[in-house]
């Protein structure tokens, strides 16, 4: 048996030489192939067979050893044969790519190896030429492969001299992306780096460089030279990114970009009404002005949405808008938030001076201790914070400032995100005006140029939605984002932030405190008189609201009298009346004629408000006869001083003209008067 004999399975043969298992079998029972019985069996129980490699020819064992794995060949060479499948490193540092990289090597050598060592036999090269010597074995690989033969003298030279280990790829150079030019020469790196930091560009260092070469900022002579642009670029690469940052941007953009802040990720630890995040934000689309006194009306305008919620649950509990945002919308969407979810345990927010004004005073918080925090604020006997004015210490509610300048702190920042991309661009062809200037899109210029030629009356028509319209629509967009987007953020698992609110905080268990015991720190109060049931404010008409029958006894009794209503001015839809005295009590709940709900006048609202006037009518007539029943007219008296003593009786209203009195408002009327 040949030192250089191995034995392989009919299955590799055949994958080599493209043919099929029974061939290989074929030849080997017509003894052109030589076989044994191996050690394994096959499903059948037979013993598997194998077949020598001195049997092929010699391209084919060529062939063979080139196109096989070594651990193939390794397996099966016999006691003599060459050890370079043997001698292959085990380098567990190495990445998958790189081991790899030398198990291609390996085998790309074993013929120059094994042709060294004798385990070759010369072979044909084609044209009757048989491999003579080393030379024509490495020309055979490198044609074989498309590589240089210098390439595969190389690769065999650092074999023979480190071995299987010598072919790993080697590492990166200590000195790579490195201007040698700078190597040493202190002077040089202080004057590019100081021409640098003057904004300068590498064009005019280069010539700033090779103006001072040899003098005394550069002090170098002799054979050196100065570096070209390509040297002074790669020195500055090698200083770090946020170095020259550093020295370049503004604070705010270098921060941004590369200084370390705290990102407090505690949403899925903390509770309902634990945290609640807010913010201000301006929207990318161009409005027509119908709603606001800040700007004139049917004024092209871009709308500040003042937004807050819940860090739990995602919940948007309060949203309100105006031209330009304020303490009064922070207020006023703190308003709705809790008279919708109840009073929140912390409020984190910006650190702008409206939100500075509504946390004066109050105590700071911590989100790091949010979900641990159970100690109650201590408050006076009025429910405020004692010495203190600002509107969160007043409802007992602490107070934590975001890091300045880093929207990543706020977690809101990820749901302007969510709008801007969801919500904004629905309005492309309606007056969106991109996220940046220089994203402005053409049909923004032309809605505006539309929008100018509708004011001047030269269109019927604006292209652009009213600024009603489009707070209606955010409103809806903003119900459905709350009751059906799946969220899967920290602790939401996919479902909606009205699912969580709910599971983790449902409605029975939610403290609403009565909002009209909190109307003197969110609304304004202006005295008005009350003529037909209703207040004049702010250009508009407030009427009792109709689900409240008691604040329309009271209000009709407080016709012609002065009445304090408070209302929130960025909520002019609805009103509280209260009697105009200190600490007066509540009268009615009203609402806008204007800006409430709009809905068609149908003939059961016409009969509603006739039988209503009718019974009010009914009513007080019937309280002043109750109330001087008992005392005779003018007419009797001056009959009984005449002597006259039958009188005859009055004429009576015809019976389909009367209307009942309503005995219950009577009593009602009659108890307030005893009370007062």
Known sequence: MSASEFWVDKKLLANLFGCSEK????????TR?????????????????????????????SKLILSCPGDALALKTEEGQSQLFDARPQARHLTEEQQRLVEDRINLLAPMVDFREGCLKPFCLGEGREVRNMDDVAGWIAAQRQLSKSYVWRLYSRYLRGGAGALEPKGTRADRGQSRAFKNRPALQRFVIGKWNEGINLSHIEDCVKREWGGPLLPYKGKSTPPCYDSINNFIQTIPEAVRDAKRLPKQKWEAKHAPYLVTRRGANTLPNQVWVADHRIYDVIVLNDSFQQAKQNAAVRLWETCIQ??????????????????????????????HFGMPELFYCDNGKDFRKV?????????????DSTSPVELDDEGRVPGNDGLLARLGIKVCYCTPRHPQSKQIESYFGYVSGRFDQMFKERGYTGSKPDLRPDFCRV???QHAQFLAGKRDTSPLFSASEFISLHRRWLEERNSSQHHWGCGMDGRTPLQIMDELLPLAQRTIPKIEMLAHLFWDVQERIVANCKVQLNNSTYSVALDDPEGQQKMYLSNGSAVAVHCDPNDLSCALAFESVPGG??????????????RPVTQEDVKAVTAQRARLRAASKRVMEIGGSSVP??????????????????????????????????????QIREAK
Do not use: C
Request: charged letters at 25%; hydrophobic letters at 40%.
């Open 23 to 30: 061939t290989i079998e074929n030849m080997g029972n017509d």
């Open 33 to 61: 192939l030589k076989w044994r019985r191996s050690r394994k069996r096959l499903k059948n129980g037979k013993l598997q067979r194998e077949y020598s490699s001195l049997s092929l020819s010699p391209e084919m064992q």
């Open 310 to 339: 819940d860090m739990r649950t995602r919940v948007i509990v309060g949203s309100v808008w105006n031209i330009s945002p304020s303490w009064r919308t922070i207020a006023s969407a703190l308003r709705q938030g809790i008279s």
């Open 359 to 371: 946390g004066a005073g109050a105590k700071r918080g911590s989100l790091l201790t949010a979900a």
């Open 447 to 449: 809605a505006e140029k």
């Open 585 to 598: 009590a509540l009268l009615a709940r009203m609402v806008s004629d204007e800006l409430a709900a709009q």
């Open 633 to 670: 007219t003018e007419l009797d008296l001056l009959a009984r001083r005449g002597g006259i003593h039958h009188i005859p009786a009055a004429a009576s209203p015809s019976s389909r003209r009367q209307v009942a009195a309503a005995p219950q408002f009577v009593e009602d009327f009659l």
